[in-house]
């Protein structure tokens, strides 16, 4: 899985250290969370090919879908190639933006609760449906 945030349609520069991935940002804007399944991660070596995948993302500590605090059991997006979220889910058709600011104006800040700054992406293997 790759992880980028990208202004104008652009990836971000981003560096791991320690073995977490850290992304420079600007100081304000509006960027897009974008997900991709991949096998050519370097040093990494896969048993299986990558098929679908439930990711489930957070910004601010918040749930991208929900806007409530992010939890590992929270519904995800299904996801076979790639996935590009420019915002918030308000509901099935509208999203609001995801911009960067600073951390006492994030929604983090605004909330009182969550950690300003950090998006979360867990992935899932999709669970097969039994049939009866």
């Known amino acids: 899985m790759k992880v980028t945030l990208n202004v104008d349609g652009k990836p971000l520069e981003s560096f ?5 991935n850290y992304i420079v940002c600007p100081d ?6 974008q997900v991709a399944l991949t096998n050519d991660i370097p040093g990494i070596t896969y048993r299986h090919p990558v098929t679908r995948k439930e990711v489930v993302i957070s910004v601010d500590g918040k749930s991208v879908m ?12 299904i996801v076979t190639h790639s996935l590009t979220l420019p915002g918030w889910r308000l509901n099935d058709k509208e999203v609001a933006k995801f911009t960067f600011t600073d951390a006492a104006t994030s929604y983090a800040g605004l909330t009182g609760e969550g950690t300003p700054g950090v998006v979360g992406v867990l992935m899932f293997d999709e669970k097969p449906v039994r049939k009866y």
């Open 16 to 20: 791991i250290y320690n073995g977490v």
């Open 28 to 33: 304000k804007g509006e960027f897009e969370i």
């Open 66 to 77: 929900t806007g409530k605090p992010a939890s590992s059991s929270d519904s995800g997006y």
